[in-house]
């Protein structure tokens, strides 16, 4: 499997733009999250997926954000209209729960710059 | 709710020292523990985990040992190397529940 793949892996944009992040988990896992990392907040949980169903979106950080998991391939986080505070390293990752807790897979992220 | 505390960063050591960073958890079950490396400019990989009392996780030189009287998931190296240089987050989970993280440890490695 290729692991969990991101795309865009840089994104640049201006103020205002809508921003929509791309994310595909590994085949046959079940649960998907969305995390935001930056310098000054550190890692940060936005929402979380279980058999596409949203489960715990608390950390969703103000009505701008939206998540969606339309299928179990394939989930988008958008941002509408993005700010300069936006920026981040955003991660996607995918785990399979349910017969143990296993450890969760990470993609490669994707940079998010708001100018 | 679940939560893990970690120690304090940066850390900086000398190629060759041994390394602990120290992991504290709270959490109401018996969740699985986790620590977790990311290098520059990258994702996070799993490093190590333990799913139960007194089970040692270990894989390339590190080690963990999940120690319910004392809720601690230290990890710990010998002997350090360059290439050791990342960020480091200790992580829990439990059940169908989502992996709650440590604020994470940056360490440096000096040759």
């Known amino acids: 499997d290729a692991g969990v793949i991101q795309s865009p892996r840089h994104e640049v944009t201006e103020m205002g733009q809508e921003v929509t992040l791309r994310c595909k988990p590994i085949s046959g896992h079940n649960s998907l999250f969305w995390y935001r990392q930056t310098m000054m907040r550190g890692l940060e949980l936005l929402i979380y997926?279980?058999?596409?169903?949203?489960?715990?979106d608390s950390g969703m950080p103000e009505d701008r954000f939206s998540a969606k998991m339309p299928n179990a391939s394939f989930s988008t986080l958008k941002i509408q209209p993005s700010e300069p505070r936006d920026s981040a390293v955003y991660f996607c990752?995918?785990?399979?729960?349910?017969?143990?807790?296993?450890?969760?897979?990470f993609g490669q992220g994707t940079r998010l710059t708001v100018v | 709710g679940d939560s893990v505390t970690q120690m304090e960063g940066p850390v900086t050591l000398s190629e060759e020292a041994f390394l602990t960073i120290n992991c504290t958890y709270t959490a109401t079950g018996y969740p699985s523990l986790f620590w977790y490396v990311q290098y520059p400019g990258e994702g996070l990989q799993l490093l190590l985990k333990a799913t139960k009392a007194d089970d040692k996780g270990s894989n390339k030189g590190f080690e963990a040992t999940y120690r319910k009287e004392t809720t601690s998931f230290h990890l710990e190296k010998g002997s350090v190397q360059v290439s050791d240089s990342a960020v480091y987050f200790c992580a829990l989970v439990q059940g169908a529940q989502k992996l709650v993280f440590g604020q994470g440890t940056r360490l440096t490695i000096n040759p």
């Open positions: 997926f279980n058999n596409n169903v949203p489960i715990d």
């Open positions: 990752a995918s785990s399979l729960q349910g017969k143990g807790n296993t450890e969760a897979f």
